[in-house]
């Protein structure tokens, strides 16, 4: 009985999720009602319910504060740097290198810095340039939110490490090994979705661009590995993404050459001030929770903020473009709070791991193996990495130590593979189908991208397959 009852928020927030009846609002709000039973008869005897709720909400509050801070910054940073394209401006042909950069480079890019699926948004847009439309440039959009994990510079892979008390850099580490895998297989997916909309990618292309996302891959292990986490994304795309468009369209001329610059300017300007930022040991900061990471003046949200704000201020109709963007992070913010609200009170009562030990002792040896499945469940009923880390999080970390799996990993196979799935989740496959018009429903999307979905799957399965099999 009292399985069921802990079990019943998050097949509550499954269930409104997936009949469509229940946005991720009210859908969270359900779930956190249905939460209060599991948590009065979970708590140990003598623990009050109310001091509980009133301490974890607080925590969730300073590390949901983290996230929604990049998440408006990033929002911010897009206002800044966006201009209208002239209304004359010719359409382009839709050649297979023109949609791997406007994809799996171009919206990648911009994902990595801004977050919230504006890289979907970016690749559509281009792709419509190009005349495609459908559920091919729809699903082709959605492979551009390849680095969930690092869009909007990572705050889901911060949250989710600072649920479970891991560095965030190690978590981000354990997560780009499978990552890089799964990127080498997105090429093929992209030639599936070329093919569906009738263009044909010759084979010199297709080693090219297998070429990329190799260079795309090692980029993301070694930034990981010796640089800010933070930066992972941008540097992986954006270093081909250079490459690819100097081919397209090389500079000529000094004009020319200014306008590149200009374009270039502000994402190279936040790079550098991360790694700037990063580069402080020691700086001061707020630290309300001695068990949570501190919030310092270095952070991600601070540095995006001070250098978005000031580009915005440079460009006419300052006030009115951050009104604009304030707006647009309203509605998601209040759903990363709740999320991050639910997941700590799971988490702080002990459900999280009551479920993961059930769920290891019936499954037994094969507990690990559902550990993928979960965590595209996660992604794709949250819509984000931020709330598949929020609502899943511990109960992975909780299923992989029973498992016998160590944290780091158990952590990093779940960030991947909820974040995989939240760049096709209901949510932003229903956003993006809706932009792309003609036939592009969600099930012809998902159709389209099935062996991806596959990939994440066989690549989870195979990342658990070899650590189980070492000696311990």
């Known amino acids: 009985m009292l399985l069921l009852l802990q079990s019943a928020p998050l097949l509550l927030l499954l269930a409104l999720l997936l009949s469509g009846r229940a946005g991720p609002v009210p859908a969270c709000l359900a779930a956190l009602a249905a939460s209060l039973p599991a948590i009065a008869l979970t708590l140990p005897e003598g623990s009050g319910t109310a001091v509980f709720l009133g301490t974890e909400s607080l925590r969730a509050a300073f590390l949901a504060m983290q996230p929604i801070g990049v998440l408006a910054g990033g929002l911010i940073f897009h206002a800044a740097v966006t201009r209208l394209a002239p209304a004359d401006q010719a359409p382009e042909e839709a050649t297979p290198r023109r949609i791997f950069a406007a994809t799996l480079l171009g919206g990648a890019f911009v994902e990595s810095v801004t977050g919230f699926a504006v890289g979907a948004v970016f690749a559509l847009a281009q792709l419509r340039r190009m005349g495609l439309g459908g559920a091919p440039a729809a699903a082709m959009a959605l492979l551009a939110l390849v680095m969930v994990p690092w869009g909007g510079l990572g705050p889901g892979t911060a949250l989710g490490a600072a649920l479970i008390g891991l560095p965030a850099q190690q978590v981000a580490l354990a997560t780009a090994w499978p990552h890089a895998a799964w990127l080498l297989c997105l090429a093929p997916v992209l030639w599936r979705l070329c093919r569906a909309a009738g263009i044909v990618v010759p084979t010199g292309e297709k080693i090219a661009q297998l070429g990329m996302m190799a260079l795309m891959a090692a980029l993301l292990l070694g930034v990981n590995l010796f640089l800010p986490f933070e930066v992972a994304g941008i540097i992986g795309t954006g270093v081909p993404l250079l490459y690819v468009l100097w081919r397209l369209d090389p500079p000529r001329g000094a004009l020319a050459w200014r306008r590149a610059l200009a ?57 009115t473009a951050f009104g604009a963007a304030m707006g647009r992070a309203r509605r998601p913010a209040l759903a990363m709070l709740l999320y991050v609200l639910l997941g700590r009170w799971l988490a702080g009562a002990g459900i999280a791991a009551s479920l993961a030990e059930a769920a290891a002792a019936a499954m037994g040896p094969a507990a690990a193996y559902a550990m993928p499945v979960l965590g595209l469940v996660s992604g794709a009923v949250t819509g984000s990495n931020v709330g598949s880390n929020a609502a899943l999080m511990p109960v992975q970390a909780a299923l992989g130590k029973a498992a016998g799996l160590p944290l780091q990993l158990a952590a990093g196979l779940h960030n991947f593979t909820g974040a995989a799935a939240a760049g096709m989740s209901f949510a932003v496959t229903a956003m993006v189908s809706s932009l792309a018009g003609g036939n592009a429903r969600p099930g012809a999307i998902w159709r389209l991208l099935l062996p991806s979905i596959l990939a994440v799957l066989l690549i989870g399965w195979a990342t658990l397959a070899i650590e189980l099999s070492i000696p311990r």
């Open 263 to 319: 374009a270039l300017a502000p994402w190279a300007g936040l790079t550098a001030a991360l790694l700037l930022a990063r580069s402080w040991q020691g700086a001061p900061a707020v630290r309300p929770f001695a068990e949570l990471p501190a919030f310092p003046i270095t952070h991600v949200a601070v540095v995006l903020w001070v250098f978005s704000l000031f580009l915005l201020l440079l460009r006419p109709g300052a006030f």
